[in-house]
T-cell receptor, first 116, second 109 residues
């Protein structure tokens, strides 16, 4: 149990559809990041939210959008799905500092999206 | 540009030692992370280095040389459960993580 929960764990959509992925993190974790991880690749940063505002974005088109709510939950929305959007989508928040002093990014188990 | 390079795949024998190398180029530098990811699961934190030298944590150690833009993860007394992908990630000046593609480690009996 990492303290970051994602839903759904798996889902299948068809090209052109829209999808909403959800994430909840522990109270006090007011920064949430979303990543896309294609098979055999490292995570690619989509965007980050801090206190309900987007404060960082990777190289993803506007059809990738997000929300963060006051209760620390978050959503990733993807419109007009394309085949290449098939990937594992990871939500992450910063947990307490490690023994080395760094804030450690803690991931949820991910939502595996398949676009047909 | 920013880049993290690590080998795609490595094979080692149960009980042995393996070293996974990572070179990085980031805009500024605020530390280097190693994560472990089993197939179908989320990455889990292994280590963080921000100063030069070796950080030891049980069977796993991580080394950093900032002047060379180089890190390695050392795994000792390999166990079959260590079969996983190992991700190297650099923290840039904006505190964004730049990820490598991961090294798939295969452990053979």
């Amino acid at each position: 149990e990492t303290g970051v929960t994602q839903s759904p764990t798996h889902l299948i959509k068809t090209r052109g559809q829209q999808v909403t992925l959800r994430c909840s993190s522990q109270s006090g974790h007011n920064t949430v990041s979303w990543y896309q991880q294609a098979l055999g690749q490292g995570p690619q940063f989509i965007f980050q939210y801090y206190r309900e505002e987007e404060n960082g974005r990777g190289n993803f088109p506007p059809r990738f959008s997000g929300l963060q709510f006051p209760n620390y939950s978050s959503e990733l929305n993807v419109n007009a799905l394309e085949l290449d959007d098939s990937a594992l989508y990871l939500c992450a928040s910063y947990s307490a500092a490690s023994s080395s002093g760094a804030n450690v990014l803690t991931f949820g188990a991910g939502s595996r999206l398949t676009v047909l | 540009g920013q880049n993290i390079d690590q080998p795609t795949e490595m094979t080692a024998t149960e009980g042995a030692i393996v070293q996974i190398n990572c070179t990085y180029q980031t805009s500024g530098f605020n530390g280097l992370f190693w994560y472990q990811q089993h197939a179908g699961e989320a990455p889990t934190f292994l280590s963080y280095n921000v100063l030069d030298g070796l950080e030891e944590k049980g069977r796993f150690s991580s080394f950093l040389s900032r002047s060379k833009g180089y890190s390695y993860l050392l795994l000792k007394e390999l166990q079959m459960k260590d079969s996983a992908s190992y991700l190297c990630a650099g923290l840039d000046s904006n505190y964004q993580l730049i990820w490598g593609a991961g090294t798939k480690l295969i452990i053979k009996p």
